[in-house]
């Protein structure tokens, strides 16, 4: 009986990298229209290429950006940069099609929602409730709640307790093959693959389900449900 149904939070429910994309880009002009001196889409790669270097929740990416970039940190410029993000970034805070439908038949049916996401407790609380999801669920576990990111089982199991439901009992859905698939698997969760989220071009994702509409996720909850 699936009582539970977990979700990963960025590239599962929210079109995060899409945000992302826009709100560098917009920065960028905002920058540029500043005073910086340096080509928009050499500016954009520049930032990407930061965040690999530390993390895509990385606050202070502008900073670090302008001294690379200037070997200084010039406030009129990176005002106008965080300004034209964060406008952006609300602008573009998008559910994938079809979640809000689907969170609401879940509950519908009585299961119990939970969300994982590596990031900032604030980070992720702020978007669910830009995206007025941030009433829906019965446990939200974030990095600060934990101290360590997927696949470590820490959040899984935090989620668990949380929801009071046990592994097999619990679907996890998320975009991640080697985080959110492998390290709920090892736990004995069931598991299903975002690829409609999937930013890595992931060839084998090892879950137990995959899918390309967070519709399909209805069906396969009524499908396990079935003779139960």
């Known amino acids: 009986m699936i009582k539970a149904c977990v979700f990963d939070l960025d590239n599962t429910l929210l079109d995060f990298m899409r945000m992302k994309r826009e709100a560098v880009e917009m920065a960028v002009e ?29 606050q202070h990416i502008f900073d670090r950006f302008l001294e690379v970039e200037t070997g200084k940190v010039d406030y009129k410029i990176l005002a106008a ?6 406008k952006a970034k609300t602008a573009n ?8 439908f689907v969170l609401t038949e879940l509950l519908r049916m009585g299961l119990k929602l939970g969300v994982i996401s590596d990031a900032p407790r604030l980070q992720a609380w702020t978007r669910l409730a830009e995206v007025g999801l941030h009433t829906l669920f ?5 990095w600060d709640d934990t101290g360590v990111r997927k696949p470590n089982p820490e959040p899984f199991i935090a989620v668990l307790e949380k ?5 097999e009992e619990s679907i996890m859905v998320g975009d991640w093959a080697e985080r959110d698939i492998y390290g709920a698997k090892e736990l004995g969760m069931i598991t299903v693959f975002a690829r409609y989220g999937d930013t890595f071009g992931t060839q084998n994702s090892g879950a137990d389900y995959e899918i390309n509409d967070p519709l399909e996720l209805i069906d396969i909850v009524k499908s396990l449900n079935k003779n139960v």
């Open 138 to 142: 019965d446990a939200v576990i974030t």
């Open 163 to 167: 929801l009071n439901a046990k592994p």
């Open 93 to 100: 805070m998008m559910l994938y099609p079809h979640v809000r």
């Open 81 to 86: 940069g965080i300004v034209a993000y964060r």
């Open 30 to 58: 905002a920058m540029i229209d500043a005073g910086l001196k340096i080509e928009k889409e050499k500016a954009i790669e520049k930032i990407f290429r930061l965040y690999e270097q530390t993390h895509i929740e990385d």
